[in-house]
């Protein structure tokens, strides 16, 4: 691969603090692990409606369309909460999706051995749990036609319409065993096939995709299924496909079992191999600016960045191991330290892990 082109978006709140953090395990990487990329920054959310008064400039969308990856921290704040509905920090989030085309969002629940007492489950249920849950993000019920509220016989009555194309479901099932290639060659696909016509389809196509990955083992669960299986033994899966619907909600069954949100990165995948990476919490409003908030899920989403879009799971490896070993080492940031431990900040979580990168 020629020079890779990254756009970092720092977005809001704590984004700013922890794409600095990103950046300089980007600037490591660069400088001693024979990593040829270049990188600039754009606008989006809050910090872009301030500046241009649009939460997604042009000028964002149009360099972001010709980079390999973007990263993004996180957007929105209270600031912002009374702004137009077409102005406010999320719509420069779905408008940069949906602009890209992003199909499939990763999301990978980890928990790291040193972590597994912050779970709500107990510690040998989810240390060293590792699965990857694939959901389609630009089709099913959050954008099926028709939807609306309308008046019956003297009441309103509201609707949507959960809607899959074969094409569609093909091309996330696709994205679902190639990740199982990459990992254990274990897919489970989630749905609701013994009610819904369109998990009948899902079904049937994710069979039939399957025969292309003979090498991958397929199985099926029904979601609510899946729900409970999540909670009694989730390190049962390794990879999951499923829905929009489904897939939020059992991402954030999945995130909730980790304990930690500043830990969890995600990816959000078109069909060129272009990729958006971001962690999954949000602007944290709450700790910005105070050298507080855990850089680790936006250094793990580079991580994925270098796996996916760049396609250099050798530096990616090397990032994941990083992280471990500064956890291993006993370094925490507040939301990750138990009562008594010692915490650091923001900035010395990043100095740490690119130490520990060397
Ligand atoms: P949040 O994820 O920002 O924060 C939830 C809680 O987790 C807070 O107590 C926060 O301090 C903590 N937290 C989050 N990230 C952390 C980190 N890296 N290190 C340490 N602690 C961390 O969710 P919220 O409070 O519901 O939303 C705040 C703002 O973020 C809102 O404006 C919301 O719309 C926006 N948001 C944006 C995204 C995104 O950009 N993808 C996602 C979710 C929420």
């Known amino acids: 691969m020629s020079t890779a082109k990254i756009l970092i978006l720092p977005g809001d709140g704590i984004g700013p603090e922890v794409s600095a953090e990103a950046e300089k395990v980007l600037q490591a990487l660069r400088a001693d692990h024979g990593f040829d990329a270049e990188w600039t920054h754009g606008l989006i959310g809050g910090a872009a409606f301030d500046a241009t008064g649009e939460p997604l400039p042009a000028a964002t969308l149009e360099v972001a369309r010709t980079s390999d990856a973007v990263l993004l921290a996180a957007v929105g704040g209270p600031k ?5 509905r077409d102005k406010r920090p999320e719509r420069g989030l779905l408008g940069i999706r949906a602009a890209l085309g992003l199909y499939a969002n990763l999301r990978p629940a980890i928990l790291f051995p040193e972590l597994a007492a912050a779970s709500s489950l107990k510690p040998e249920l989810v240390s060293d749990l590792d699965i990857l849950i694939v959901r389609e993000l630009t089709g099913g019920i959050y954008f099926g036609e028709p939807r609306g509220i309308r008046e019956e016989g003297g009441q309103r009555i509201g609707f949507n319409t959960e809607v899959y194309s074969e094409r569609e479901i093909e091309r996330i099932a696709r994205t679902g065993f190639e990740a199982a290639r990459l990992r254990s060659k274990r897919l489970c696909s989630i749905d609701k096939h013994n009610v819904l016509e369109s998990s009948e389809l899902w079904r049937e196509t ?6 292309e ?5 397929l199985s099926h669960q029904y979601v609510d299924n899946a729900a409970m299986q999540l909670v009694r033994a989730p390190k049962q899966f ?3 496909v499923t829905s929009n619907l489904f897939g939020d909600i059992l991402s954030d069954i999945a995130a909730q079992l980790t304990g930690s949100i500043g830990m969890l990165p995600s990816a959000s995948l078109n069909e060129r191999g272009q990729g958006m990476y971001e962690p999954i919490h949000g602007s944290a409003p709450d700790i910005a600016g105070k050298n507080l908030a855990n850089p680790l899920a936006m250094i793990l989403s580079v991580a994925m960045l270098l796996r996916y879009s760049l396609k250099r799971s050798d530096l990616a490896d090397r990032v994941s191991a990083a992280v471990r070993r500064v956890l291993a080492s006993g370094l925490r940031t507040a939301d990750i330290a138990r009562a008594g431990e010692a ?3 923001t900035r010395e979580m990043g100095d740490a892990v690119v130490v520990a990168l060397a």
């Open 238 to 240: 390794d990879v999951i």
């Open 206 to 211: 994710v069979i039939r995709v399957g025969q």
């Open 213 to 217: 990955f003979a090498d991958v083992q």
């Open 80 to 84: 912002y909460d009374l702004a137009p």
């Open 343 to 345: 915490k650091i900040g």
